[in-house]
Every structure is written in C-alpha cells, then in structure tokens.
C-alpha cells in the first residue's frame, strides 16, 4: 500500500505564506473529498487541522486552510508564526473504509 | 471530554504477538459513525494507518500489515485491542489509538498519547 506523496521539507519566513502538497490518485486522494490534515509537534501527538478536504475544526486558527485539485491536496498556511513549526501529514480514504497516509512534511521557520 | 490512552508491553521479542489496548472515554463506540483506528510512528518517520474498527463492528485492515493483525472492541469496557503478531525489530515504534469523528468523513479528532513498543531480543 503506497503512501501518500509528501514533500519532505518546505520553509517559509515569519509572516510567509507556505503550501504543503498530497499527492495521490484516483482511488483515494482525487476519488474522495476525505482528505484530513494532521500537524504533530516533536514528541506529541498528531492534531487534526483539517478534515473534508478544506474544513477547520473548531478552535484551529484560520491561518490554515485546504484545497484539492484532482489528485493532489494541498495545506496552506499564510501568516506563518514560530508555533507553525511542526511534521504535517495528510491522510486520505482509500475505497472500502480504509485509511492512507502521506509520508510527512517538515516545516522549518526561518 | 473525549480522551484516549493506550497501554501494553513496552518491550517485546521478536516472533512474539503484541497486544494493545486502547481504553477511551467521553463516546460511544455503539453511536453510528464512530470508529477507533490504530496508526504506528516508527522512530523519527512518518505516520502508517493500520487498522480502524467501526461501530457496527466492520473493521479494516492495511494491506500490507491485514495478515498480521486482528482489531476487536469491548463496548461495555470502552476498549478496543489490537493484537500483531510476529513481531519483528522494524515494528519498533509509537502505537496511537484515535477516535473517528462520526460526522466527518474518516478524520481522526482526538488521539491518544501514544505507546512505545521496542522490539528485541
């Protein structure tokens, strides 16, 4: 079972905007409109940011939002702070109540 | 409230069966929608989904890992077990549990703190 497409990196300023892609196919990502965010700071656990391709949970800054086209999801977060510093995932429904994924993105503030 | 919090061995040998359980509360896992799913973090690498039980008690599996794993629930306990067996040193990781939000689609809302499991000999 292949994982979802991450960069490995990305970097922005403060105050930056940055975007994180999720690259998939058609039997999960570009399939299904179940693409969920997660960012995990060292030695936590994960925290939704967004589920349904681009809802917030309650409580999660607006500073972060998310988008799909086709194949590929994507995490935006614009205004980058110092606490935005964190491993983002993405996940994804993959037919038959199954779950994916992606390999994990670092973002640095610089 | 919803919380989660997984327990079992820390260490384990190669060739054993691992058991996990994840003791929840603040939900039910007989409400529609509702699911409990595990995913293990490797040391320093990415998340890996590995098997999610639903509230009408289907449960699913990751492919490369489905022959190795069995997902059970105790709804009166508020517990769900997740067992692995042939352990080997490349399953040394974090285990979370988390719960499935019922009303979005396939996310997961609330995690546990996660259990490290070490796999030698």
């Known amino acids: 079972q292949s994982a979802l497409t991450q960069p490995a990196s990305v970097s922005g300023s403060p105050g930056q905007s940055i975007t994180i892609s999720c690259t998939g196919t058609s039997s999960d990502v570009g399939g299904y409109n179940y693409v969920s965010w997660y960012q995990q700071h060292p030695g936590k656990a994960p925290k939704l940011m967004i589920y349904e391709v681009s809802n917030r949970p309650s409580g999660v800054s607006n500073r972060f939002s998310g988008s799909k086209s086709g194949n590929t999801a994507s995490l935006t977060i614009s205004g980058l702070q110092a606490e935005d510093e964190a491993d983002y995932y993405c996940?994804?429904?993959?037919?038959?109540?199954?779950?994916?994924f992606g390999g994990g993105t670092k973002l640095t503030v610089l | 409230q919803i919380t989660l919090k997984e327990s079992g061995p820390t260490l384990v040998k190669p060739t054993q069966t691992l058991t996990l359980t994840c003791t929840f509360s603040g939900f039910s896992l007989s409400t529609s929608g509702v699911g409990v799913g595990w995913i293990r973090q490797p040391p320093g690498k990415a998340l890996e989904w590995l098997a999610l039980i639903y509230w009408d008690d289907d449960k699913r599996y990751s492919p490369s890992l489905k022959s190795r794993l069995t997902i059970t629930k105790d709804t009166s306990k508020n517990q769900v077990v997740l067992t692995m067996t042939n352990m080997d040193p490349v399953d040394t990781a974090t285990y979370y549990c988390?719960?499935?939000?019922?009303?979005?689609?396939?996310?997961?809302?609330?995690w546990g703190q996660g259990a490290l499991v070490t796999v030698s000999s």
């Open positions: 988390a719960h499935k939000a019922a009303n979005w689609n396939y996310a997961l809302d609330y």
């Open positions: 996940s994804s429904y993959r037919s038959s109540r199954t779950l994916v």
